[in-house]
């Protein structure tokens, strides 16, 4: 309702659209007035205690939830039964009342009525993006190139593939400018942009083939600002052919974990072979029982002094 003037209740312009295009006539309770509204809280009591809450206890009896669809179906069944049979108000039949009522009933337009802002079609950009009131707003890759509908309601943008009727999106209206965008859209989060080693030359190719740890190297020399760490590649792949592949890796992985990003560190590291020592974390407290040994109480030891009568000998 749109309000209330001496206890008549003003509805909004959309449920005048509403009424007008179904061609009813509302017809609105007064405010505390059981007289004019009692039917249909009866109603509604009726349809609790008698629907609602024998179907709740049987599924918490059984240990079962029960969903919209459930309910639905249980509603159905039970209109069904007080339908037909005789109402004790009315002294009829429901049903037959219905029947009764049909010759009076109209046909529903054949136009659906639309509340609220009109939808409008946009085309999904490459960025899987639509925009919609200068804000741009995600939808599942999938419909690229894709033509969807935006349909505004209750501050929400909701996106509608039109083949099929199913919500592909749902957004909060956003101010200009912005853009709301979902992880789920794109299969997850955004990877991390990789700025790892990038070989060009020949040198650059050879060295970073050694692995995962060349590249670690030479990243670490590179943020050490080692200027000549161009022409150190050819020195460190010169000590792996001497050394071999296989001692030279071991080497940069030492130098990358002691921050040693110089071809004399690997140098150093490869001329002390096995003689250098291997750090390693420290491990867990060592904690032994001590053995123990007999001991004696203080007064044992306490300075007495003789009595008087006793003689000391000369």
């Known amino acids: 309702k749109g309000g209330v003037v001496a206890n008549v209740v003003i509805p909004t312009p959309d449920y005048v659209r509403f009424a007008a295009h179904y061609g009813f006539a509302p017809d609105f309770c007064h405010a505390n007035d059981p007289q004019s509204k009692g039917v249909v809280e009866n109603l ?17 009896i059984a240990g079962t939830t029960v969903d919209v669809h459930a309910a ?14 005789v109402h004790s108000e009315i002294c009829a039949v429901p049903n037959g009342k219905l029947d009764e009522e049909r010759e009076l009933l109209s046909p529903l337009p054949s136009l659906r009525l639309e509340i609220g802002p009109p939808p409008v079609t946009r085309k999904v950009d490459r960025l899987s993006c639509v925009r919609f009131a200068s804000a741009r707003y995600s939808v599942p890759v999938r419909l690229i190139g894709a033509t969807v509908t935006l349909v505004q309601t209750e501050g929400r943008l909701v996106v509608v593939e039109p083949a099929t009727g199913e919500v592909v999106a749902e957004h909060d209206l956003g101010q200009p400018g912005t853009a709301s965008v979902l992880d789920e859209h794109y299969g997850g ?3 991390a942009p990789h700025r790892g080693p990038r070989p060009r030359t020949t040198v650059e190719q050879q060295f970073c083939a050694l692995g995962p740890e060349a590249e670690a190297f030479l990243v670490g020399a590179a943020a050490i ?4 760490l161009g022409s150190e590649l050819e020195i460190l792949l010169a000590l792996g052919a001497a050394h071999g592949t296989e001692l030279l890796v071991a080497a940069l992985t030492r130098a990358v ?6 071809a004399a560190n690997v140098r150093s590291i490869l001329a002390a072979g096995a003689g250098a020592p291997q750090p390693r974390p420290a ?11 007999p001991t004696r109480s203080l007064d044992a030891y306490a300075i007495r002094t003789p009595a008087a009568d006793t003689q000391v000998p000369s």
């Open 283 to 293: 491990g867990d407290a060592l904690i032994r029982d001590l053995p123990t040994a």
């Open 72 to 85: 639905n179906a249980a509603a159905r069944v039970w209109c069904r039964e007080v339908n037909a049979r």
């Open 225 to 228: 600002g080692n200027a000549r």
């Open 44 to 60: 509604v009591g009726y349809a609790q205690r008698d629907l609602a809450v024998p179907l709740l206890t049987e599924a918490a």
């Open 257 to 262: 974990a002691f921050r040693r990003f110089r």
């Open 189 to 191: 989060a955004r990877p």
